[in-house]
Every structure is written in structure tokens, then in C-alpha cells.
């Protein structure tokens, strides 16, 4: 490891890394507004400059690499008259509108300035003003501020796999632009946190709040299993933005539009007292006569002719709650598949149902193999992690079902099970890519095991990859390549705890058909909305959940929960990484968090719930399963045989999300997603005429 010196103190460092890291590492703070840790090295602007023994002027720190010997300075009167000149020249053009910019309170430039900045320019001449940039509906451009430094080209060309924006012109004229088209990528937003100045801004939230007045909490992101860490930002009651927050594990620092953008469907259509269908009709009644009215109905009906299913955004605790009232009523009929897949129903085997390899561990592979899924809309940060070991080495990709644009190269291997059967005979030149692999991998779709035969695809899959060295016996010690993708915050702690059907109890399709049939006399949805609601034929339906969506119309009692920032919970990701999502604001009218209802309706039936506050029933979800007790751990799951042997349809795999934009409750009453769908997927729909 080379040796420098930084302002006199003698450091040891990493081989390979950048003057401008080896600083940081020494304790000097360097100002840089182009360089980016997770983007290449540009070294547009000049304001990281050092003194380097030897050197004939000032260096770029970003972009010199550290050498065994080094003797940098940081804090010399020449790097000092370097940097203020540098601020100088970056003023030159900028306008005098902090008061007014939506960036102003988080701005680099802002903050430089007051450091670096004189406080008046020797520049005369008119500054020079840029006309506004078309960039979609969730980017709002003030392009005069620009200053060129390309992190949102990179971002966007690197990061995010899309080339719909970059500069044109050169020197004075030259500009950032989409050559006026929206940016089609799920990770936009993020090209506002890392745009230094406020030359791109968040469209959604412009002019709404200033940060100083904002609360913050941190809390998990439910829009899709990766469980990304982020910050909700709220005044009162209402949620304003929603920004990442670090975690190298999960999505390092970026975040998709939809968990970013449909903050906005937490305050529409919401459910913020109960209802009681009377005459037909929906009307609202206070808790008393709602749960009651429960009551009255649960009294003397037998556990086999009742059923619950969990939907897809439901916190670990409320689904405990709801499946300790259901057993205490007799009742074995569970399901927090609301999809159908088939996954997990020996719940020894977690690692059937798991992304084993998680999300990190996709930079250490060297093939993968797509079964049915779309990554790129099913879990948009781990496709972004596939891309970028793609761009690391090349890494190959194999895809089996319909081929999209996923913005690395694929090799597509078929659209259906005959494809996969032929991988599992060794035939083809990418079941040789797998065979030399040294670390292969595989991502099964959600969607391929939530078919009528998703158990034996299942298991199919399970032994393409024990065949090739992926998972099992054969595989590298301490790596399993045997992954399936889920796309539902619940569907990883819902099956941990077992809210599955007992060993009489029924299914999603047994319970559908029994309320078909008349053999099921009350379902409970907890958040599910995803069901096909038809056919729940006669059956009394109570709705438990904070939207007005499927459910609600269906149901003949409502009781109104919490959304994800009005309550505190778990969660577990796709990968069984337990995290903890907070409080961030207050549920809206007389709505109240979904395990207390739980416990509020036991009392009235006469089965109170053993826990009267958070703490102990956070205490039974340990005591359920010790895993609860493990936050932000990944505990390698043993394997297991897994699925199971059956007749597979020859139907072609399909993709089970048709808009990235709506997928839930809260997408779907959101006013920023439903333009994303009218910009990005309506006319792409018209095109290929799959429109409706």
C-alpha cells in the first residue's frame, strides 16, 4: 500500500484510489462539485485543486491517482488563491437567485461559495442566460445555474442505462439538454440529489417547503420488496418529499421514482374513518358499531368458513396480530400470496423463497440467468446492481420470457418452459457461459411462480441451479446463486412468520373458490386490493387497510388503518433483511395503526391478543421467529429441497407488472404517477396496441 503525505502527516492507503480520496482519508476537506463517488471521473471543474511536491501548478485531486511518496498540500495560500478563482469563474454566469431557488438551504454551490467566494466578481460583462430544458413531468430544470459539471450525463448514461440526455455546443455555448424529450428511466429522480446547484430540481415538490422547515424521519420504503432506506420528510401531517439514504447494502444511495414520486397518493382517496355497508350502501358509523358489527358477525361461525389474506405493503406486526386472531377463531385459511405464487409453502425451506445471493452479493457474479421477471420494473435498484457488474466485466445475461429493454445486453434464450428444460439438459452456448462460470447466478420471477404450475417451475429451477453449480453441494462455499425476486414489501416477513394456510386450511384459489361456492363465509383483507374481488361471491368482507381502492369497494365493513409513514413497523426485504420503518406523521382522521385494531376487535369478540402496546408485541414476533430480533442482518438461509414435481404448461412466461407506475394503493392515487403513465407507458401501449 503506497505511503503519501497530506499537510505533513504520513498516511498509509488503499492502491488505485484518487489524491482527492486519499485527503478525505487524512482528515482535508476538499471542495469538488463534479466528482462523484459512484460516477467516473470527469475533472470538469477544477475546484478540487492541490499543491503536489514537484508539480508545476495545481493539480485536479479527482483525477490524479495516488503514487507511492506523495507530498500534497491543501491548505497552501497558492491552492487557496486557486480555489477562490475557480468559485470566481463558476459565478460568472450564475444568477443571483438564492432567495428564490428551490435548491436554496441544500446547495453545494451555495455552501462553497460562502467559503471559497469573494464577495464581489471583477467580471463586468452581461451574464449569460440558458432557456429551460424539457426533462419529463418529475424534473424541473432552471438550466441558467448550470455549471456544467455532466453528473446528471454520467448518472444517467452510467447509472441509470439511459442516453436521453447529454451536452451539446462547446466553451460558452455549451449546454445540458434532452433535445427536449422526458428522461425514461425508473431512477430519474435522482438525478436532482446528485445535480449540485438547483439547475435540476424536483418538479412534484418545487416551491412547496423549505428544508429547515421540514421533519425528518428514517424510515424503509415499502413500494417494492428491496427495502430501500430512505428519509421522509413531512410538515404536519403531511408527507412533502421522500429522498434516499445510504446503505451500501441495500440501494447505496439511490432510490426508484415511485418510491420517490407517489408520496403524493398518501394524502388522496384515503380511508379516514370506518364504514359499514347498510342497505346496500357504504355509510359511515363510528368504531363502536363497526366492530361490533364484526363481532356480531364472527359470533358463531366456525373457523373453516372464515379467511384472511394479507396484501403486499402490510408491516410484519399487523400481520402477527392477524394471524393470532385467526387461529384463536379456529381458522387455518391464511394467505399472504395474494398473487398465487407458490413459493414458500414448506416453510423450512427459506431459501426457496429468498434472494440468496442479495442484492451486494450481485457484483460478485460472473453469469446470470433471468427466469420470467423484468428487474428493471420489479425491483428497479437490484437491476441497476446487475447493470452494474455488467459494466464492471462484461458480466453475461441469459434471459428466458419476453424480452425488454433492461439497459445492459441480454442473451435471449426463449420465452417459455421449453427454453428452461433444454438449460437443464445442458443444451446451448449459454449453458456453457453457466458451466465456466465460477460464481453463475439465478433470479427467478415472481410472476413465473405465481402461475397454476409455479410449484413445479419452482422446482425446476431449483435444479437448473444445483446443475450448474449455483446453489447446493456443488456450489462455491458460503454462495447461493438461487434467487427469487419478489416484488411485495409483506411477502418475505409474511412468510417468515407463517401466514400461510395451516395444514387443513386453504390457499389464495381454495379460498377464492370457497367464497365462490358459499363454503366461505368472511374474508378479512388486510391491505389486499390485488385480488381478483368478483370472486368473492356472497361472502362478508371486511376491508382493513388506509386507501379507497379494490378492497374498499368490495367490502362490507371498512376499518381504516395506516399507511407506511403513519405507523412503526417491520419489515423484511427480499433478501430477509429485517428493517424498521417510523413514524413519520399521524394517520389521517379517526384511521388508526392495524395492529391495535386488531386488539381493539379481539376484546369486543372475548379473545383479547396477549400484547397490549408495541413492545410486547414486537416481543412476540421474536418469539415467533428468532429472525425478528436481527435488524439489518442477512442470515444465510440453509438449502433445502424446495417446490415440487408436477405437469408445466407450455405457456410462454409473462411479465406480471404492465406499468412500473401503478402498482399499489398509494401509486395508484397519485397524481405524479399517473402523469409518469400518461408520458411513459400509454404511448408505448398504443404502440405495441396493448393499450387498456
Not at 383479547?608 to 402496546?613: G, M, S
Amino acid at each position: 500500500m503506497p505511503k503519501v503525505t497530506i499537510d505533513g502527516r504520513e498516511i498509509e492507503v488503499p492502491a488505485g484510489i484518487t489524491v482527492l480520496q486519499a485527503c478525505e482519508m487524512a482528515g482535508a476537506e476538499i471542495p469538488r462539485f463534479c466528482y462523484h463517488e459512484r460516477l467516473s471521473i470527469a475533472g470538469n471543474c477544477r475546484m478540487c485543486l492541490v499543491e503536489m511536491e514537484r508539480a508545476p501548478k495545481p493539480i485536479a485531486s479527482c483525477a490524479m491517482p495516488v503514487g507511492d511518496g506523495m507530498v500534497i498540500r491543501t491548505d497552501t495560500p497558492t491552492v487557496e488563491k486557486a480555489r477562490n478563482g475557480v468559485m470566481e469563474f463558476l459565478l460568472i454566469n450564475h444568477p443571483l437567485d438564492c432567495p428564490i431557488c428551490d435548491q436554496g438551504g441544500e446547495c453545494d454551490l451555495q455552501d462553497q461559495a460562502m467559503a471559497y467566494g469573494y464577495d464581489r466578481s471583477r467580471y463586468e460583462e452581461n451574464k449569460r442566460a440558458v432557456s429551460e430544458k424539457y426533462m419529463g413531468p418529475l424534473i424541473k430544470t432552471i438550466m441558467t445555474r448550470c455549471i456544467q459539471c455532466t453528473r446528471c450525463v454520467r448518472f444517467a448514461t452510467e447509472i441509470a442505462g439511459v442516453e436521453d440526455i447529454g451536452m451539446v455546443n462547446r466553451g460558452e455555448d455549451a449546454e445540458i439538454t434532452t433535445l427536449e424529450r422526458a428522461i425514461d428511466s425508473e431512477l430519474s429522480g435522482n438525478l436532482v440529489d446528485i445535480c449540485p446547484v438547483g439547475a435540476l430540481t424536483s418538479a412534484p415538490y418545487a416551491f412547496t417547503a423549505r428544508p429547515w422547515e421540514l421533519r425528518k424521519t428514517l424510515s424503509v420504503d415499502v413500494m417494492d420488496a428491496v427495502g430501500s432506506n430512505i428519509r421522509v420528510d413531512s410538515r404536519g401531517r403531511e408527507v412533502m418529499r421522500v429522498l434516499p439514504r445510504i446503505h451500501e447494502d441495500v440501494n447505496e444511495e439511490w432510490i426508484s421514482d415511485k418510491t420517490r414520486h407517489a408520496r403524493d397518493g398518501l394524502s388522496r382517496q384515503r380511508l379516514d374513518r370506518p364504514y359499514l355497508r347498510i342497505d346496500g350502501k357504504l355509510r359511515p358509523v363510528s368504531w363502536e358499531e363497526a366492530l361490533t358489527a364484526v363481532a356480531e358477525r364472527l359470533r358463531g361461525l366456525s373457523g373453516e368458513r372464515m379467511a384472511a389474506i394479507a396484501g403486499d405493503l402490510c408491516d410484519a406486526e399487523s400481520m402477527l396480530a392477524l394471524k393470532d386472531f385467526m387461529t384463536g377463531l379456529g381458522s387455518e385459511n391464511l394467505e399472504c400470496r395474494q398473487d398465487g405464487s407458490k413459493v414458500g409453502s414448506d416453510s423450512r425451506a427459506r431459501s426457496g423463497y429468498l434472494f440468496n445471493t442479495t442484492i451486494a452479493g450481485i457484483e460478485q457474479a460472473d453469469a446470470v440467468l433471468l427466469i420470467g421477471t423484468n428487474p428493471r420494473w420489479e425491483a428497479a435498484l437490484v437491476n441497476a446492481r446487475i447493470r452494474k457488474r455488467f459494466l464492471q466485466n462484461g458480466l453475461p445475461v441469459g434471459v428466458i420470457g419476453p424480452q425488454v429493454d433492461l439497459t445492459y445486453e441480454t442473451v435471449s434464450l426463449g420465452d417459455g418452459l421449453d427454453a428452461l428444460q433444454a438449460l437443464g439438459r445442458g443444451e446451448g452456448d449459454f449453458a456453457e457461459v453457466l458451466r465456466k462460470a465460477e460464481r453463475p447466478m439465478l433470479i427467478l420471477g415472481s410472476g413465473a411462480v405465481a402461475r397454476p404450475d409455479g410449484a413445479a417451475i419452482l422446482s425446476l429451477a431449483r435444479e437448473v441451479a444445483e446443475s450448474f453449480g449455483m446453489a447446493g453441494p456443488q456450489a462455491p462455499e458460503e454462495w447461493n446463486g438461487f434467487n427469487v425476486l419478489s416484488r411485495a414489501a409483506s411477502r418475505v416477513g409474511g412468510l417468515d412468520l407463517g401466514f400461510l394456510p395451516g395444514p387443513e386450511g386453504r390457499d389464495l384459489e381454495g379460498i377464492l373458490s370457497g367464497a365462490e361456492q358459499g363454503e366461505i363465509d368472511l374474508v378479512w383483507l388486510l391491505g389486499a386490493d390485488e385480488i381478483d374481488m368478483s370472486r368473492l361471491g356472497r361472502a362478508f368482507v371486511v376491508y382493513q387497510g388506509h386507501h379507497g381502492d379494490a378492497g374498499a369497494h368490495r367490502a362490507d365493513v371498512i376499518l381504516p388503518g395506516a399507511a407506511y409513514t403513519e405507523k412503526n413497523g417491520t419489515y423484511v426485504n427480499l433478501e430477509g433483511r429485517v428493517q424498521l420503518g417510523r413514524l413519520a406523521t399521524f394517520p389521517p382522521g379517526e384511521a388508526r395503526e392495524d395492529w391495535t385494531i386488531l386488539r381493539a376487535l379481539s376484546e369486543v369478540v372475548g379473545q383479547p391478543l396477549p400484547y397490549d402496546n408495541l413492545g410486547e408485541l414486537r416481543q412476540k414476533l421474536i418469539e415467533a421467529n428468532p429472525l425478528f430480533g436481527r435488524l439489518d442482518e442477512v442470515q444465510p438461509a440453509a438449502w433445502e429441497a424446495f417446490g415440487a414435481k408436477g405437469e408445466v404448461s407450455g405457456a410462454p412466461f409473462a411479465l406480471p407488472i404492465d406499468n412500473f407506475y401503478m402498482t399499489d394503493p398509494i401509486s395508484r392515487a397519485s397524481p405524479t404517477m399517473a402523469k409518469c403513465t400518461e408520458i411513459f407507458v400509454l404511448p408505448k401501449r398504443a404502440a405495441t396496441g396493448t393499450e387498456g
